[in-house]
């Protein structure tokens, strides 16, 4: 029997805000292509579009959005110069870097990740890639698959870089040092569980130590700390 009290059907809770992103390239129908893939997905959305790397900067200053796809040959600045201005402007600090990058020609994927990127993506990725590729950087962890990160090590040791600056580590314990090597070698967490018998989520607490002794972004950051700190074999025996 009704009591007449009318029913109410609870409102469904309110939709997470879209991942919103700044598309950096210069090539205009790549850039396009991007903003309509983007735009089309559901929970992510476009909020401008730089065709150089200064205006990257000033855009990301002015929308401060979650992920910045960064081409890396950008004219009047650099993609990597801008990821540096980008990162280490206390006004982006939520913001991420994603680097788009041609991994044969561009020599300068390591030096992006030292300016602070979160990660790098091919140009030859697929749309699904680089949509998920969007949702992890923006999620906070670093997109360096252990596959890339290692070929990443190969490329940046055997090419004609200077060799990377010197990493204080003494702050670092004895089981942090191991999982740091682990990282630097491209292994995922439960790759490093399993390789020192450790659960994965101890691996994270180890992760989160890492992060904030060496005062590191993300995974990524990790890996150049693996690299300066002297803890990742250099192939020929140099260290």
Same mark, same amino acid.
């Given at each position: 029997?009704?009591?007449?009290? @009318?029913?109410?059907? $609870?409102?469904? @809770?309110? $939709?997470?805000?879209?991942?919103?992103?700044?598309?950096?390239?210069?090539?205009?129908? *790549?850039?396009?292509?991007?903003? *309509?893939?983007?735009?089309? &997905?559901?929970?992510?959305?476009?909020?401008?579009?730089?065709?150089?790397?200064?205006?990257?900067? /000033?855009?990301?200053?002015?929308?401060?959005?979650?992920?910045?796809?960064?081409d890396v040959r950008m004219p009047e600045m650099d993609g990597i110069?801008? &990821?540096?201005?980008?990162?280490?402007?206390?006004?982006?600090?939520?913001?991420?870097?994603?680097?788009?990058?041609?991994?044969?020609?561009?020599?300068?994927?390591?030096?992006?990740?030292?300016?602070?990127?979160?990660?790098?993506?091919?140009?030859?990725?697929?749309?699904?890639?680089?949509?998920? #590729?969007?949702?992890?950087?923006?999620?906070?962890? #670093?997109?360096?698959?252990?596959?890339?990160?290692?070929?990443?090590?190969?490329? /940046?040791?055997?090419? @004609?870089?200077?060799? $990377?600056?010197?990493r204080d580590l003494d702050a670092v314990t004895q089981r942090e040092?191991?999982?740091? &090597?682990?990282?630097?070698?491209?292994?995922?967490?439960?790759?490093?569980?399993?390789?020192?018998?450790?659960?994965?989520?101890?691996?994270?607490?180890? *992760?989160?130590?890492?992060?904030?002794?060496?005062?590191?972004?993300d995974r990524a950051q990790l890996v150049i700390a693996a690299y300066?700190?002297?803890?990742?074999?250099? $192939?020929?025996?140099?260290?």
């Amino acid at each position: 029997m009704s009591t007449g009290t @009318p029913s109410h059907t $609870p409102s469904p @809770p309110d $939709p997470s805000p879209p991942v919103r992103v700044l598309l950096a390239e210069d090539q205009v129908m *790549i850039r396009d292509s991007f903003k *309509i893939l983007i735009d089309a &997905t559901p929970g992510l959305a476009t909020v401008g579009e730089a065709g150089t790397g200064t205006e990257a900067v /000033f855009l990301a200053r002015l929308h401060r959005p979650d992920v910045v796809l960064m081409d890396v040959r950008m004219p009047e600045m650099d993609g990597i110069e801008a &990821t540096r201005r980008i990162c280490a402007d206390p006004a982006c600090a939520g913001t991420r870097v994603l680097i788009l990058t041609t991994f044969d020609l561009d020599e300068y994927v390591y030096a992006s990740l030292q300016a602070g990127a979160s990660g790098f993506l091919l140009k030859s990725a697929g749309a699904s890639e680089l949509l998920a #590729a969007i949702g992890v950087v923006a999620s906070g962890e #670093a997109l360096l698959a252990p596959t890339v990160t290692r070929r990443l090590i190969t490329e /940046f040791l055997h090419g @004609p870089r200077s060799a $990377p600056a010197t990493r204080d580590l003494d702050a670092v314990t004895q089981r942090e040092r191991e999982v740091l &090597t682990l990282i630097g070698r491209g292994m995922s967490n439960a790759e490093i569980a399993e390789h020192l018998h450790l659960t994965v989520g101890t691996v994270k607490t180890h *992760i989160g130590r890492l992060l904030a002794k060496l005062d590191a972004r993300d995974r990524a950051q990790l890996v150049i700390a693996a690299y300066e700190g002297g803890l990742v074999a250099i $192939p020929d025996g140099r260290r």
